[in-house]
């Protein structure tokens, strides 16, 4: 074979956390546990990057569950797309498995990956935005400044 090896599941960025590390943060793992529409919604508003919010998510995920019991079909594109933003592993088993036998583990897991990449899933994608930007604000334009 010629140039270099492709690039598989094995060869990408470990996660920051395990599958079953949901006990590491307590309060998402409860969340997850009574109302994963909520901690979905986070995550995937983070993981569109805004173009929907959390409450629209949340309101998908709560209307497919009830509804179907494909959720895990949901979730996984979800799961991908997190994946490959951050070219993290696909561990144990493709992102679809995952979500169907560990749903919860798995939602937990993706939470715990955006916040230990900085991200406040309380304050939404606007919010971590505005955070991150906070010190380059342009200053404000004072009369009597030289013009072209």
């Given amino acids: 074979m010629s140039g270099g ?25 409860c969340c997850t ?16 990057e805004g173009s929907n919010s959390c409450l ?20 996984c594109y979800y799961r991908s797309r997190l994946r490959a933003k951050y070219q993290l592993q696909q561990t144990p088993c493709n992102d679809c ?12 897991q993706e939470y715990r990956e955006l916040k230990n990449r900085g991200f406040d899933m309380h304050i939404g994608w606007q919010g971590n935005v505005q955070k991150q930007n906070k010190g380059l604000e ?3 334009m004072v009369e009597g400044q030289m013009k072209r």
């Fill in 5 to 29: 090896t492709p690039m598989n599941a094995a060869n990408g960025t470990p996660w920051s956390t395990g599958l079953c590390d949901c006990f590491d943060d307590l309060g998402s793992c």
């Fill in 97 to 108: 498995c995952v979500h169907f036998w560990c749903l919860g583990c798995a939602m937990c």
């Fill in 138 to 140: 342009i200053p404000p």
């Fill in 33 to 48: 546990f009574w109302c994963p529409c909520v901690p979905f919604g986070q995550a995937a508003e983070i993981i569109d």
């Fill in 56 to 75: 629209c998510q949340a309101s998908i995920f709560t209307v497919i569950s009830c509804f179907t019991p494909c959720i895990c079909l949901y979730t």
